[in-house]
């Protein structure tokens, strides 16, 4: 329903994305999940054709975002950061002149509205003027003007932010509500959000998309399943190539400082995580190995990776490197 094919994007000389491709399968959400700045924003507006592409394409139910502006407009329905709302008007009569400028005919426009309006559980706040509502309240007068048109794709960019959580609630399974039925890509950097309401997430970071995957197999593509996490006296490398040797380990990674939930790092210490293979159980061989080598063991505990660790791994690890090749390049100008 929705591709997205080698879509970059330059703004005077910020690339704001590069070559991001993925698709979204009718009925299905997709969780757009990125931290700030990462082109989140960027893509959605290319998507719902209010920004053009520097290069690559996007087509939605078929048609091109860019040569075929007027049909992808019909065919979605977009809430940006900020809600388009007009706040003189009521909720109805806004979604009435929504309804109208989206193409829904006159005899269609009463039925389209009142469907909006109980799918997104405005009945008691149809004759109050916009201007008067809660946060919440406008984020669902947002939704409904997406969906009024009763389009078979939705953009939805950072739907929850600045609600409280029982309105965030409240608008996640509003957004639940409408898969199946629609198609739905949500833009967020809220990690929660996207393991809570979508079916799917692409991970995207400075401006590339980074995975995509299903939550769940995102973990056992990216960890392999469980592991351990270790505060060990010693040399960090040291033990990296002591605990590599171990049959059921698959993986040995320093815990990055922004991941160090419950620890305060302490001088020479090395803070590591193990992540064993699926359905072997290395903890015994672990302690052993780095006892018998003269590692001090304080901690050891066992962890199931979580989404979160994705996330940091792949965020992380793509602002590394990119550090490492800014300071080449840095070394290379000074040369
Ligand atoms: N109009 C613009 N002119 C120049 N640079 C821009 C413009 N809009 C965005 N950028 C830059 O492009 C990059 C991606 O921005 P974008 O708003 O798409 O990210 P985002 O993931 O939506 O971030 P946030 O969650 O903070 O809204 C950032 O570096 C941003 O500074």
Redesign the pocket.
Known sequence: MIEVDHLSKI??S?Q?ITDVTFSVEPGEILGFL?P???????TMRILAGYLPATSGTARIAGFDVHEQSLQVRQRIGYLP?TPPLYPEMTVEGFLYFVARIKGVSAGDRTTKVKAAIERCNLQDKRHVIIRKLSKGYRQRVGIAQAIVHDPPAIILDEPTVGLDPRQIIEVRNLIKSLAGTHTIILST?ILPEVSMTCSRVAIINRGKVVATNTPEQLLTQLTGGSGYELEIGGEANLAKQVLLNLPGVSQVESIPLAAMHGYSPKDNRAYLRVISQPGVEPGKDIAAALLHTGFDLYEMRRVSATLEDVFLQLTTEEKNMQTEADSAVNEEEAA
């Open positions: 703004y005077g910020t704001a990125g700030n700045g990462a082109g989140k924003t960027t950061e950097h």
